[in-house]
């Protein structure tokens, strides 16, 4: 047994002439959530298909719990696609089991995991119900309960939330939380940075099938912080302030300035001290994620050039 | 291999219990049903035009007497043509039917004339032309003194009874009679349009769900779970049963409620043959008789433990063939139903071909494009049914239902692997030729 769920090693996919994944290699760590960002393009899905075992990789390795891929593991990954649909004439309850078999429970494990987990979202009364009369939202939380039915290991979620109103979206993601609290990893691929910054732990970023970023989040918005500091304050500042401090900005109350690196934020806090203002904030401005990802992806574009 | 059934199903199930397909199933041997009795009361319809029709009968053609048909009547008349055609219909009379005076006896045309505001119907013509034809001949046997015993020998009715060469003391050679092979072409037909309509009913109906799983990105769920191969496979044994399902029920209730209505409606069965068989009209009814014994004989002494079974070869092979065609098609095409044309073309083209070739080939079952036809997979599973009836060499059967299998075997695994590349595939427009290169993609 191995710590990482899921370790990949060079995995490279060519299309014709075209790397969809190239020599990628990252690992997911057992029961984290784990972030798999990039944008449009950038070969998350081909990557996903791979671990997924829908198609397979020209070289490199992907071990699953330690063990090389194979055709018994697609019943312990939970795969929520981006694109993704149902039988529409199909009822609901009907339609679960049919997953669940698909994904090798019997028929009464199947009914049973179905039974807690309908009760859960309390959608009993859905079980007749065709799958076209539900709406979108709805729909999505029928997938969702798809994905998990079979306790998977790993479950790997595509822009879990799109199409989602916020009260649904706290119910999944409670969700996932609680799943991860029971063992399970989580691969979570969206742009929504906000919610990687909320959720992951961990991430990887891709762009054009390569790697370009790879970590913990904090630790990767402490690399590519700019030690920046948002002091509010309460009083006038001394008129040579901006010759001694590079100010970014400044509001009446409020500024933002930018110290030389090594220097610590206690010498920028005494000099507010010293100067009898009354500090009533005092805070690093890490850079979000989303900076970082337009940033990163930016200059890696730059250098396909 | 357990997904498979899973698959498989949920496949038929969802169809076999669906509206559409009870309707269709149901409501299909009804319409035969109908269409029988309709069709039986339009050849059992005659004219209600009721027609008075005035003879002048110059040379007493006719001695005076002429049957009437029903609502026809004929009436001789002693006036002179100018004084009927004066008060025609005051008189009651529709027509004038003017027989003149015969110039040659030995003449073998005789032109008669029908006067009236209208040309006679069809029908009128024909009573007639009939009824005209044999007063004749009566007339031209007393005229020129014929014996009609010699003259009734003159005709005779020619039968071919095709007998076995071999003839083996204590082994029953069979005896093919008249029937045998106005029989195996009917049994070939039939066998032959069951598989036609089998593969396109069931084939567009694999290619359209093929097309809607795609289209509502089901298939993005379901490959994570199973192969895209077992997806395929699933579908289109699913489909087939659903068809065996429908034939079975068809093959049961058609012939039930066929007859049922028949008996209902009193449609008269031979008036409807004879109507349509103008020869029948001449057999006297003793011989229908023996041949519809001598039929039915025919019928129990075909080969049936052979040609069924064979049969079945043929629909799975052929069905199995062109079902996964179908189905790469489908995953090959976009929510246009329209675009997809260029792409089934080349699927349905060698389905008509088979089926003409399979008319041709109920008519010269031996003939070189029966025999090369019949081994072609593509063409096999329409024609070799078809000639099933007539007992092809035995090497030939077995020839090409090897082919056919091997063929449909590796029609399947072509088809699978445009399948894995055509249900991922979105928003392009795909060729022939891209259609080609799938195949040859990597997993």
């Not at chain 2, 027989?99 to 024909?126: G, H, N, Q, S």
């Not at chain 2, 009917?186 to 069931?202: T, W």
């Not at chain 2, 929510?335 to 003409?356: C, K, N």
Request: proline share 4%.
């Amino acid at each position: 047994m191995s710590d990482q769920i899921l370790q990949l090693d060079k995995v490279l996919k060519t299309y014709g002439n075209y790397a969809a994944v190239n020599h990628v290699s990252f690992d997911v760590p057992k029961g984290s959530i784990f972030g798999l960002l990039g944008p449009n393009g950038a070969g998350k899905t081909s990557l996903i298909r791979i671990i997924t075992t829908i198609t397979r990789a020209d070289s490199g390795s992907v071990l699953l719990d330690g063990e090389p891929l194979n055709s018994r593991h697609p019943e312990v990954i939970g795969y929520m696609p981006e694109e993704r649909g149902l039988y529409k004439k199909m009822k609901v309850g009907e339609h679960l089991l049919y997953l669940a078999q698909l994904k090798g429970l019997s028929k009464q494990q199947a009914q049973q995991a179905l039974n807690f987990w309908m009760e859960r979202f309390d959608i009993r009364d859905w079980w007749n119900k065709k799958v076209e009369e539900l709406s979108k939202g709805m729909q999505q939380k029928i997938q969702f309960i798809a994905t998990v039915l079979h306790k998977p290991k790993l479950l790997i979620l595509d822009e879990p939330f799109s199409g989602l109103d916020p009260i649904n979206t706290n119910l999944i993601k409670d969700e996932i939380y609680q799943l991860q609290k029971q063992g399970v990893s989580i691969l979570f691929s969206t742009h929504r940075m906000e919610q990687v910054e909320e959720i992951c732990e961990r991430i990887v970023l891709i762009n054009k099938g390569s790697v370009i970023l790879e970590g913990n989040v904090q630790q990767i918005k402490n690399r590519f912080k700019e030690h920046r500091f948002q002091i509010d304050y309460e009083g006038e500042l001394p008129a040579d302030f901006e010759a001694q401090m590079a100010v970014v900005s400044h509001k009446p109350g409020s500024v933002m300035v930018q110290v030389a690196e090594g220097s610590r934020p206690n010498d920028l806090l005494q000099y507010f001290i010293q100067r009898g203002l009354q500090v009533r904030a005092f805070q690093e401005l890490l850079p979000s994620l989303n900076e970082i990802f337009i940033r990163q992806v930016g200059i890696s574009n730059e250098a396909a050039k | 291999m357990k997904k498979l059934g899973i698959i498989i199903k949920r496949e038929y199930l969802t169809r076999v219990t669906r509206r559409s397909f009870l309707i269709a199933t149901f409501l299909t041997p009804l319409g035969f049903a109908l269409l029988f009795v309709v069709v039986g009361v339009i050849f059992a319809y005659k004219s209600d035009d009721v027609r008075k029709v005035a003879i002048i009968d110059y040379d007493q053609i006719l001695s005076g007497s002429i049957k009437d048909e029903k609502n026809l009547y004929f009436t001789f008349v002693d006036k002179s043509l100018d004084e009927m055609r004066q008060g025609l219909k005051e008189a009651g009379f529709d027509g004038i039917l003017v027989l003149p005076k015969i110039k040659e006896i030995t003449d073998k045309r005789y032109t008669v004339y029908y006067y009236a505001d209208k040309p006679p119907t069809p029908d009128i013509e024909l009573a007639i032309k009939e009824r005209l034809g044999t007063a004749m001949r009566e007339y031209k046997i007393n005229a020129l003194q014929l014996d009609r015993r010699q003259l009734e020998a003159l005709d005779t009715r020619i039968e071919l009874d095709p007998e076995p060469l071999a003839e083996k003391d204590g082994e029953k050679v069979k005896d093919a009679s008249v029937f045998t092979s106005a029989i195996a072409s009917g049994i070939g037909f039939l066998m032959g349009i069951i598989m036609y309509m089998a593969v396109f009913i069931y084939g567009v109906m694999i290619m359209r769900s093929v097309m809607e799983e795609k289209t509502t990105r089901i298939v993005e769920v379901m490959i994570s779970s199973v192969r895209p191969f077992e997806m395929m496979l699933g579908k289109i044994i699913g489909v087939g049963a659903v068809g065996l399902t429908q034939f079975a029920i068809w093959a049961i209730l058609i012939p039930l409620i066929s007859s049922g209505a028949s008996l209902l409606f009193n449609v008269d069965m031979s008036q409807m043959n004879s109507a349509s068989a103008q020869a029948a009209a001449e057999v006297d009814p003793d011989d229908i008789q023996a041949m519809i014994a001598l039929g039915m004989q025919e019928l129990a002494n075909q080969n049936w433990w052979f040609m069924l079974p064979a049969f079945v070869v043929y629909f799975l092979g052929g069905y199995l063939l062109y079902a996964s065609l179908f189905a790469a098609v489908g995953s090959a095409m976009s929510d246009d139903l329209g675009e997809g044309q260029s792409l089934t073309l080349p699927i349905t083209i060698p389905v008509l071909l088979a089926f003409y070739i399979m008319i041709a080939v109920i008519q010269a079952p031996n003939s070189s494009l029966a025999v090369w036809s019949s081994i072609f997979p593509l063409f096999s599973p329409i024609v070799m049914p078809a000639r099933l009836a007539f007992e092809p060499p035995l090497w030939e059967v077995i020839l090409s239902m090897v082919l056919l299998i091997a063929t449909a075997i590796f029609f399947v695994w072509l088809s699978a692997r445009i399948y894995r590349v055509g249900i991922l595939m979105y928003g392009k427009k795909v060729t022939l030729k891209e259609l080609g290169k799938w195949m040859f993609y990597r997993d």
